[in-house]
């Protein structure tokens, strides 16, 4: 069962902007505060920013300031708006449930590839 279909990545200049989507399965949407996490080349995945039922928001300290994530719950809908993206921000994103054993998940979406280059 598909639970998480990510869009909106491509090719962005350095200081560029792109805007991220994720549909997600309306049980989890409900059910879970949500997460964009990303894995660059060679690297582990990393935590990018979290949302809870209340709407308050978490940032990765490498994207604090510039990267900000909302929902729309009207469409069980995760965003994740990338401003001021920098060469070290291309990745491979994806959205999933947001929680502390968020490592351990077996179930990833295709994710959506973002690449910031000149």
């Known amino acids: 069962q598909v639970q998480f279909v990510e869009s909106g990545g491509g090719l962005e200049r350095p200081g560029g902007s792109l805007r991220l989507s994720c549909a997600a399965s309306?049980?989890?949407?409900?059910?879970?505060?949500m997460g964009w996490y990303r894995r660059a080349p060679g690297k582990e995945r990393e935590f990018v920013a979290g949302?809870?039922?209340?709407?308050?928001?978490w940032y990765g300290n490498s994207v604090r300031g510039r990267f900000t994530i909302s929902t729309d719950n009207d469409k069980n809908t995760v965003y994740l708006q990338m401003n001021i993206l920098q060469p070290e921000d291309t990745a491979v994103y994806y959205c999933?449930?947001?929680?502390?054993?968020?490592?351990?998940?077996?179930?990833w979406g295709q994710g959506t590839q973002v690449t910031v280059s000149s």
């Open positions: 309306g049980s989890i949407f409900s059910s879970y505060a």
């Open positions: 949302i809870n039922k209340n709407g308050g928001t």
């Open positions: 999933n449930k947001w929680t502390t054993n968020w490592r351990e998940f077996d179930y």
